[in-house]
């Protein structure tokens, strides 16, 4: 493993630095202070104004800390857990890293003992969203112990003082037991990663278990069904294995919604990675189950989704709908309608399991094939402006609304930079084709 992952990294480089010629509209990578060309291959549309709106757009909470986890994948791959050996992490100089500088310009810190959840920012009453900062603050402290602190803080709060589902699962509210897919985004990979650093084995373990919990609770079951009445039971039993949005006392949202799979998924496949990749000691003795647990979450998650596609697509548009489960979509406008958000992130989950879990995501898969036509699609048809925003989109803040949004989602945005980053990376493993 040591030996051959230098010898990797010179023919990544090597392969970066021949796909120069395919950038679209890159000032040299050598301008932003990096080694490689964050953007070598063309997706069918402006990435970097994609990437560069998505910087601007986010004004809460999880906004930026997604934000900064898409731009960490996309400028600095080697230290997202999506590189070849991120632990552990080597941060020289964080105000190179593109993303830490963003991250420390958006984090608030409230290291007061009554901070509760909101030690890295205001996360308004959620638990994990504050949390979806935590991966930037474990790196900010490597040179900065005050971040090191405010990280500590943060887990601990989330596995020492959140309320509880009755099986465990981590609230995504402060106030009561509630749990939302959105969480597994927020706090489960930030839990893994700083585990993964701070060699904690059992927190490692949480990280995994807290997958599993949600997953138990959310999952579209017999027991518990899709609520759309246009489906047939026959229709419903298809899309077992999808999450629903909310279950808990304030806000139950019984929907499939597509960013809330979304969010579950891609937060999952972050926790794969961080397990697959931290020091083994951590492991010793649960990685094989751990591995196999998420990957069976994952492909229970994507399996409704590519093979029944007459339900959870939009003919309208081709993505994915915003309710995977209403067949209410763009033309006869319900909350089925066809958008971005949910579909792009879906699509990067694919490509990173394609590297990940190349025995389920084979070159030839169904899964793959899905994932290349959302990512085609995004690039025809109008919905990138030449300001690089992405449209339609779900409502970031109202997933209940029926109109699809089109001035600009934050999270949106960053969805699509994450897609690219996956896209890249698999292009870069010689495993997905760059067309
Ligand atoms: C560490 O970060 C905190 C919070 O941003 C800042 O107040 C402090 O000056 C920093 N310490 C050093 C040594 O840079
Ligand atoms: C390790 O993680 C557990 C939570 O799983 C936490 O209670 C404990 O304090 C952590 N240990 C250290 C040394 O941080
Ligand atoms: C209900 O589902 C049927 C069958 O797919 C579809 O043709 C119809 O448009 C749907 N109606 C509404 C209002 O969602
Ligand atoms: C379809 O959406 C329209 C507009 O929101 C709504 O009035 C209608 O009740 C919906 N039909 C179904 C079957 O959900």
Same mark, same amino acid.
């Given at each position: 493993?040591?030996?051959?992952?230098?010898?990797?990294?010179?023919?990544?480089?090597?392969?970066?630095?021949?796909?120069?010629?395919?950038?679209?509209?890159?000032?040299?990578?050598?301008?932003?202070?990096?080694?490689?060309?964050?953007?070598?291959?063309?997706?069918?549309?402006?990435?970097?104004?994609?990437?560069?709106?998505?910087?601007?757009?986010?004004?809460?909470?999880?906004?930026?800390?997604?934000?900064?986890?898409?731009?960490?994948?996309?400028?600095?791959?080697?230290?997202?857990?999506?590189?070849?050996?991120?632990?552990?992490?080597?941060?020289?100089?964080?105000?190179?890293?593109?993303?830490?500088?963003?991250?420390?310009?958006?984090?608030?810190?409230?290291?007061?003992?009554?901070?509760?959840?909101?030690?890295?920012?205001?996360?308004?009453?959620?638990?994990?969203?504050?949390?979806? !900062? &935590? *991966?930037?603050? /474990?790196?900010? %402290?490597?040179?900065?112990?005050?971040? $090191?602190?405010?990280?500590?803080?943060? =887990?601990?709060?989330?596995?020492?003082?959140?309320?509880?589902?009755?099986?465990?699962?981590?609230?995504?509210?402060?106030?009561?037991?509630?749990?939302?897919?959105?969480?597994?985004?927020?706090?489960?990979?930030?839990?893994?990663?700083?585990?993964?650093?701070?060699?904690?084995?059992?927190?490692?373990?949480?990280?995994?278990?807290?997958?599993?919990?949600?997953?138990?609770?959310?999952?579209?079951?017999?027991?518990?069904?899709?609520?759309?009445?246009?489906?047939?039971?026959?229709?419903?039993?298809?899309?077992?294995?999808?999450?629903?949005?909310?279950?808990?006392?304030?806000?139950?949202? !019984? &929907? *499939?919604?597509? /960013?809330?799979? %979304?969010?579950?998924?891609?937060?999952? $496949?972050?926790?794969?990675?961080?397990? =697959?990749?931290?020091?083994?000691?951590?492991?010793?003795?649960?990685?094989?189950?751990?591995?196999?647990?998420?990957?069976?979450?994952?492909?229970?998650?994507?399996?409704?989704?590519?093979?029944?596609?007459?339900?959870?697509?939009?003919?309208?548009?081709?993505?994915?709908?915003?309710?995977?489960?209403?067949?209410?979509?763009?033309?006869?406008?319900?909350?089925?309608?066809?958008?971005?958000?949910?579909?792009?992130?879906?699509?990067?989950?694919?490509?990173?399991?394609?590297?990940?879990?190349?025995?389920?995501?084979?070159?030839?898969?169904?899964?793959?094939?899905?994932?290349?036509?959302?990512?085609?699609?995004?690039?025809?048809?109008?919905?990138?402006?030449?300001?690089?925003?992405?449209?339609?989109?779900?409502?970031?803040?109202?997933?209940?609304?029926?109109?699809?949004?089109?001035?600009?989602?934050?999270?949106?945005?960053?969805?699509?930079?994450?897609?690219?980053?996956?896209?890249?990376?698999?292009?870069?493993?010689?495993?997905?084709?760059?067309?």
């Amino acid at each position: 493993m040591s030996m051959s992952a230098p010898s990797t990294r010179l023919i990544l480089s090597f392969i970066a630095i021949l796909s120069v010629s395919y950038s679209v509209t890159g000032a040299p990578a050598t301008k932003r202070g990096i080694q490689h060309d964050p953007f070598p291959f063309f997706p069918g549309f402006d990435i970097q104004a994609v990437a560069d709106l998505s910087e601007q757009l986010p004004s809460h909470s999880w906004e930026y800390g997604f934000a900064s986890e898409a731009i960490l994948e996309i400028y600095n791959p080697e230290l997202s857990v999506y590189g070849s050996n991120p632990f552990p992490p080597l941060v020289i100089d964080p105000s190179s890293v593109k993303a830490l500088a963003y991250a420390q310009s958006k984090i608030q810190l409230n290291l007061s003992p009554n901070a509760g959840a909101n030690v890295l920012i205001d996360g308004d009453g959620a638990t994990g969203d504050p949390a979806s !900062l &935590g *991966l930037s603050a /474990t790196l900010l %402290g490597l040179s900065n112990s005050t971040y $090191t602190k405010a990280a500590e803080l943060t =887990m601990g709060y989330l596995v020492g003082s959140a309320p509880r589902w009755s099986n465990g699962a981590i609230s995504h509210r402060a106030d009561v037991a509630e749990l939302w897919s959105d969480h597994i985004y927020m706090a489960p990979p930030f839990l893994a990663y700083y585990a993964a650093v701070t060699l904690n084995s059992t927190l490692l373990r949480e990280a995994v278990h807290q997958c599993s919990l949600y997953r138990d609770v959310l999952v579209a079951s017999a027991s518990n069904p899709s609520v759309n009445a246009n489906l047939t039971n026959a229709e419903k039993a298809e899309l077992n294995g999808l999450w629903h949005h909310i279950i808990g006392p304030q806000s139950t949202d !019984l &929907g *499939l919604w597509s /960013t809330g799979n %979304g969010w579950a998924a891609g937060g999952i $496949t972050r926790v794969l990675a961080t397990v =697959m990749k931290a020091p083994v000691v951590l492991t010793l003795g649960w990685k094989d189950e751990a591995v196999s647990t998420l990957k069976a979450i994952l492909k229970e998650i994507l399996d409704p989704l590519v093979s029944y596609q007459e339900i959870t697509v939009d003919p309208f548009n081709g993505f994915l709908r915003n309710y995977l489960d209403d067949r209410n979509g763009t033309e006869t406008g319900g909350h089925g309608f066809g958008e971005i958000s949910g579909s792009s992130m879906l699509a990067a989950v694919v490509y990173r399991l394609a590297v990940l879990a190349p025995e389920i995501v084979t070159p030839s898969s169904p899964y793959l094939a899905f994932a290349e036509s959302i990512r085609t699609t995004i690039g025809s048809g109008n919905h990138v402006s030449a300001d690089g925003l992405v449209a339609p989109t779900a409502d970031p803040l109202c997933w209940q609304c029926t109109v699809p949004f089109t001035s600009g989602s934050p999270e949106g945005q960053s969805f699509v930079v994450a897609m690219y980053a996956g896209w890249r990376d698999c292009v870069l493993a010689g495993i997905c084709p760059n067309n």
